[in-house]
């Protein structure tokens, strides 16, 4: 069991301009299962590898349980990985891919064999252990990674997108498997996703990363609810939220006739740092309806409907300030408008997020 | 997939055959009148080395009057040559199976000594990182244009005077003497197969996912771990290939054994084959057995190391 700290810990690519890490400070609790997230090329791998000890730390530091390990060689820290691709020995049975970390630490045959069989019969992988990787199912393989990690005992799970190479189901599937698992052992876990379903679904916490700078790290829930700035109010959920900017009044943010109401302090907030009288507002498409049009609602004008059965998306198109933008509605799905149709929309009130034109951050 | 082609389906991925290129010129290549072609072609190459063989079994007024296919009509099978040529005790003939034994003596280290240099250095030139290591791997590319023949005096030199610079001695001369100069050519051998083994074995190297090294590094291996446990294993049929390679070239070389060998005491069997003819070359119906007797154990190292050449090591490792 075990904590682990990024201190300003920063990667530099050699030949790169702008790090792929910048200055990351983070804490992880003993037994939580953080997330990383973010688009590609953020440097949520490369936090990852460095954490592993793959890639060179150029300046801060990593600690884990307050051992400081920036420039120890991966073998040194105890940490398991599985890898995006699997990295299977092709060459040894499943059950040699499992134990052959712990053969390297001589561990007793004995005890190697009851770790295996204990991890192969979590994963259901009994009846594979003498098989080669090239015979079992992509998910087989998946679960082999997972178990080579397994059976270490580490202190720290270091897991690197090990869903994206599964087809859409099997990775719902796996994904309540893995939190499931890593509740039971408890043991620390690092998760890299580019994917924001799986980083609400499996995270304590959630970390967003964008181009090497961390963003917010919270709860899913705090995420979702109080979005630190404009980039992870639309990096999380999906659809993703309405993001728009506009004129700012002194009562709040103007759209069409529909006024959204902002407290003084956001007004103020919003003022300063250059925003020159414009301010971000961003609403959920989940919590924003369609209304009467006497509700001093939003006209726009249906272009696309997307029926999931249990939900509907209305997709509709606004003139707002001379341009035309497009919005997302979630809207009932047994009375889904007409392509074409003209309806007014509203967020709920006090459902929609206000930030700072010129910096992106939260306003309040 | 084209039902006759003769290579096993790869497991996982199946190549797409038509429409490219590559995939058309497939096609041409299995259809019939290309598999007629080289069936007529093989039977041309393999026609001389029959004959070969038929002549072997011949009594020497035959081989020398009548030509070899005369043996259908006129069947006379004699042992006499191999006879001559295996146990024979003149000084010009015979003798050769002391000498199939140099050969082996000289191909054995000469093959494994290079292998095992060029393997570790491929590696390192694949997966460590240091300063200058592109030029060392463009330098060892290099090398491979010298041609053998120059470096044939400056290491004749280097054998015999050492090295010396001004008037200090770098390296002493090796002073090697009747069975010890096996030990030269073995040394010669082995510089000249390292740039080729280095390259072939880097380049299948270089290949193999860097995940899986990676893997293996956070399982807690070390380099001499990953070599032997993660590396040597996969490039097995690499190393099998390189390792044909340097054993024919080895086996059929004459030029660096005369130079860098000694007496009959280390010649190997090429050396005495090109005086089996005899001094006036009278003798030349000879060569009929013993070239069969010096193709044996090629034969034999080819059809054992074949096996070793399997495609889709790496099916189940990494995806995507």
């Not at chain 1, 799986?198 to 979005?227: I, K, N, S």
């Not at chain 1, 980039?231 to 506009?246: D, L, R």
């Not at chain 2, 197969?193 to 860097?210: D, K, R, T, V, Y």
């Not at chain 2, 006036?280 to 080819?302: C, D, H, N, Y």
């Amino acid at each position: 069991m075990a904590t682990v700290t990024y201190a300003k810990a920063t990667r530099v690519y050699p030949g790169a301009k702008t790090p792929a890490v910048d200055a990351l400070d983070l804490e992880i609790g003993d037994g939580e299962f953080l997330v990383l997230v973010g688009p590609s090329g953020c440097g949520k791998s490369t936090s990852l590898r460095m954490l592993a000890g793959l890639e060179d730390v150029n300046s801060g530091n990593i600690f884990i349980n307050q051992n400081d390990v920036t420039h120890l060689p991966p073998k040194a820290r105890d940490i398991a990985m599985v890898f995006q691709n699997y990295a299977l020995y092709p060459h040894m049975s499943v059950y040699d891919n499992m134990a052959f970390a712990l053969k390297l630490r001589k561990t007793p045959k004995s005890e190697i064999e009851a770790r295996v069989k204990e991890a192969a019969k979590m994963l259901q992988l009994e009846e594979y252990l003498s098989r080669k990787p090239k015979a079992l199912s992509g998910g087989q393989r998946q679960r082999v990674a997972m178990g080579r990690a397994i059976v270490r005992h580490p202190q720290v799970f270091l897991m690197d997108e090990p869903l994206s190479n599964l087809d859409a189901k099997l990775r719902v599937q796996t994904r309540s498997q893995i939190a499931t698992m890593q509740a039971k052992l408890g043991v620390t876990t690092v998760y890299v996703t580019h994917d924001q379903v799986e980083a609400m679904t499996m995270g304590h916490r959630v970390a967003v990363l964008l181009d090497g700078h961390l963003q917010q790290v919270d709860t899913p829930r705090a995420l979702y609810d109080r979005p630190a700035n404009v980039f992870v109010a639309g990096f999380m959920g999906s659809p993703a939220m309405n993001i728009k900017t506009v004129g700012l009044t002194d009562q709040g943010a103007k759209f069409v006739d529909m006024l959204l109401p902002l407290t003084r302090d956001q007004v103020a907030a919003a003022q300063a740092d250059g925003g020159n009288g414009r301010v971000t507002i961003g609403f959920r498409p989940e919590d924003t309806e369609i209304v009467g049009g006497l509700d001093k609602g939003m006209p726009i004008t249906v272009d696309l409907v997307e029926e999931l059965g249990s939900d509907a998306f209305v997709y509709g198109t606004v003139a707002l300030e001379g341009q035309d933008e497009r919005f997302t509605v979630r809207a009932d799905p047994r009375k889904v408008p007409q392509l074409g149709e003209v309806v007014h929309v509203r967020p709920r009130p006090d459902s929609h997020h206000a930030f700072n034109a010129a910096t992106g951050l939260r306003l309040g | 997939m084209a039902a006759t082609t003769s290579t096993p389906p790869v497991a996982a991925v199946p190549t797409p055959v038509a429409d490219t290129l590559a995939g058309k010129t497939r096609k041409k290549l299995v259809s019939r009148g290309a598999t007629i072609a080289s069936i007529i072609i093989a039977i041309l190459w393999t026609t001389p080395t029959f004959g070969l063989l038929v002549s072997s079994f011949r009594p020497e007024n035959e081989i020398k009057t009548t030509g070899w296919w005369n043996f259908f009509t006129d069947p006379e099978i004699t042992m006499k040559n191999y006879n001559d040529v295996l146990f024979g005790q003149s000084a010009a003939n015979g003798r050769l199976a002391s000498f199939l034994v140099n050969s082996i003596v000289i191909t054995v280290p000469s093959v494994l000594f290079p292998l095992a240099i060029a393997s570790f250095a491929a590696y390192a030139l694949a997966w460590l990182n240091f300063r200058g290591r592109d030029w060392v791997y463009i330098g060892v590319f290099a090398l491979q244009v010298v041609p053998l023949q120059m470096a044939l005096v400056p290491l004749l030199s280097f054998f015999s005077r050492g090295v010396k610079l001004g008037g200090l001695t770098l390296m002493p001369p090796w002073q090697l003497e009747g069975a010890e100069k096996f030990v030269q050519v073995w040394f010669a051998h082995t510089c000249f197969a390292l740039p080729l083994a280095i390259f072939l074995l880097h380049n299948f190297m270089s290949e193999l996912p860097g995940d899986l090294m990676e893997a293996a590094k956070v399982d807690g291996a070390g380099h001499a771990k990953i070599f032997r446990n993660i590396v040597l294993p996969l490039i097995v049929p690499a190393i099998a290939s390189v390792a044909i390679f340097q054993f024919l070239w080895v086996w059929n070389d004459l030029l660096v054994a005369l130079t860098f060998g000694g007496t009959d005491q280390t010649a190997p069997m090429t050396v005495r084959l090109a005086s089996l003819a005899g001094t006036k070359g009278g003798e030349w119906q000879r060569l009929t057995s013993g070239a069969f007797v010096s193709m044996v154990i090629p034969l034999i190292v080819f059809l054992s190391l074949q096996r070793y050449f399997v495609r889709g090591l790496l099916a189940g490792s990494v995806k995507g």
